[in-house]
């Protein structure tokens, strides 16, 4: 329980699965998922492998009738970087265990103490090192934005450390402060003062963008939507569509700059910018955010959909006075 964790709050439950649990909700999915042979097991919720070896073989053992030629492909854990070792390894190798994703949350030994995470960052970085070595096991890393005693330098510190240690997949979870947990108290008392919500989707945008420049795949961007989390938060960064808001802050930032080399956006007074279909609601921006963002600056755009893959086109450039 570190001091920014609910987990009955994050997970919705306080009852822990046993291997009835584990056979019962794997032939329930193996039935209606599309395409097992894509698809893991997963356990979340808490440090797979800081539980007790008893326990933690049970789940494991439940779970390998599953895996094979025309199952689930294999199983997917979240735990600890100081409960990873040799032994742990060689024990999820053999069960099938595919994926291995570390929670980091910060780089910052400081930010780490204050938050109760009882490991270090180099606990991160031998952790990730010693699972890399092993060849069979996806590494991903999950990281925490705006904790208590975390600057934005720290935050891009994390980042840039998180990203050297090549991690197949990350989560980024901006902090959002719960009932019942230290960082609460920490929060009503004031002695906790969070960034602006605006500055961490800036954050948040530039680390998704860095992902995709390095192929590192952000498989969750912001808390997933949730009414118990909603009902028990006392502040922090969430929105149910956080992901799409850092997107569309990309996008902002991607037309800014297209529309810089045309001409300088003092200069233009409207513009037609064209995306890939699949990106247009992302180019818009929730709510039409960068129609208005643009709006606001003197600069009508449109923003319509192309059919091939270039980013963005800018078309129809009308200056100031009547120009094109």
Not at 12 to 25: L, N, Q, S, W, Y
Not at 72 to 97: A, C, M, Q, W
Not at 203 to 215: M, N, P, V
Request: proline share 2%; with cysteine; hydrophobic share 35%.
């Amino acid at each position: 329980m570190c001091a920014f964790c609910n987990q009955r709050t994050i997970t919705g439950t306080e009852k822990i699965p046993h291997a009835d649990d584990v056979k019962r909700i794997c032939t329930q999915a193996i039935s209606e998922v599309r395409d097992v042979s894509q698809t893991e097991i997963a356990f979340f919720g808490g440090s797979f492998t800081a539980v007790p070896r008893e326990y933690m073989l049970e789940l494991l053992g439940a779970a390998q009738e599953f895996i094979g030629s025309g199952k689930f492909k294999g199983i997917r854990i979240s735990t600890r970087p100081d409960y990873i070792s040799r032994e742990i390894l060689d024990i999820l190798k053999e069960n099938h265990v595919t994926a291995i994703e570390l929670g980091a949350q910060s780089m910052s030994d400081t930010v780490l103490a204050a938050n109760e995470r009882g490991h270090t960052a180099e606990d991160v970085e031998k952790a990730a090192k010693l699972i890399k070595s092993y060849g069979c096991f996806d590494l991903g890393l999950q990281m925490m934005i705006g904790l208590y005693k975390s600057s934005p330098d720290d935050e891009l510190e994390t980042w840039s450390k998180i990203a050297a240690l090549s991690p197949d997949t990350v989560r980024i979870y901006p902090v959002v402060i719960l009932e019942g947990t230290k960082l609460g108290e920490l929060y009503k008392s004031g002695e906790y003062k969070t960034m602006e919500f605006d500055e961490v989707v800036d954050i948040c945008s530039k680390f998704l963008s860095d992902a995709e420049r390095l192929g590192i795949d952000v498989i969750k961007l912001g808390l997933h939507a949730s009414e118990v989390v909603e009902e028990q938060m006392l502040g922090g960064f969430y929105h149910p569509a956080f992901r799409e808001l850092c997107e569309g802050r990309n996008y902002r930032k991607l037309i800014t700059e297209k529309l810089e080399e045309h001409s300088g956006l003092d200069e233009i007074s409207s513009a037609v910018i064209s995306v890939p279909s699949r990106q247009l609601s992302k180019a818009i921006g929730q709510k039409k955010a960068n129609i208005l963002y643009f709006k606001d600056l003197g600069v009508d755009i449109k923003i319509v959909s192309h059919e091939d893959n270039e980013k963005i086109k800018i078309h129809e450039v009308k200056m100031r006075g009547g120009e094109k």
